[in-house]
């Protein structure tokens, strides 16, 4: 309704502007030429989270915590999500963007273990505290590093790229996460988030290194 809203006040009061700018051909960038991390980064984020909000309640709900347990896990990945990321973006700023999510990506491997090992509660709301301020920096410092990694003229079409990187994550997130727990309650999940972690590590470190 909003956005109906506003595209009917727009339609009424926007005035036709000509531009005498001189038109030129705008040059293309393909999506090779889009460096790898940032077309992974976002990709990974959309997967991770859009799976994990479908995986803490199942997971929670199926080991016997309570709705209240439930709600603290996701408020505690939320939260964690606004109070450690903005640290990280801080370090983002200092350090290079490249080996941060090297380290970030090595770190959740290990992070991801703690749920497919316990069950208690407390431990839990710290684990999930600390995804939700890790995982984000996926999306954040990968586009920091995009932005400069290509070159500005670009950037429009590299973020388009970016974003249609993470919205295929978005898609394939809740399926995965669905599938995963229901094929293993305990391990499942946490075991491919652990893998998908560390192949984005040795891929970025031993494999394609930053040019």
């Not at 909003?2 to 038109?23: G, N, V």
């Not at 290509?150 to 295929?168: E, I, P």
């Amino acid at each position: 309704g909003l956005m109906l809203s506003a595209l009917i006040f727009e339609a009424i009061y926007r005035q036709d502007i000509e531009s005498f700018i001189e038109r030129k051909e705008r040059e293309k960038l393909p999506i090779n030429g889009v460096p790898l991390m940032s077309l992974v980064t976002p990709f990974i984020y959309g997967i991770f989270e859009s799976s994990i909000i479908v995986v803490i309640p199942l997971f929670g709900l199926r080991n016997n915590f309570s709705q209240s347990d439930v709600s603290l896990f996701l408020a505690s990945f939320v939260i964690g999500g606004i109070i450690l990321l903005y640290f990280l973006s801080r370090l983002s700023d200092t350090f290079s963007k490249y080996k941060m999510l090297l380290i970030v990506s090595f770190v959740l491997s290990f992070i991801f273990v703690v749920p497919a090992l316990t069950i208690n509660s407390a431990i839990l709301i710290i684990t999930f505290f600390i995804l939700g301020g890790l995982v984000p920096s996926f999306y954040t410092i990968g586009l920091n590093y995009t932005v400069g990694s290509v070159d500005r003229k670009f950037m429009a079409q590299a973020n388009g790229y970016f974003v249609m990187m993470y919205g295929a994550g978005t898609i394939a997130g809740p399926i995965l996460g669905a599938m995963l727990i229901e094929w293993n309650l305990h391990f499942g999940y946490w075991i491919f988030a652990i893998i998908l972690c560390l192949i984005f590590f040795v891929t970025f470190m031993f494999i394609h290194k930053e040019k």
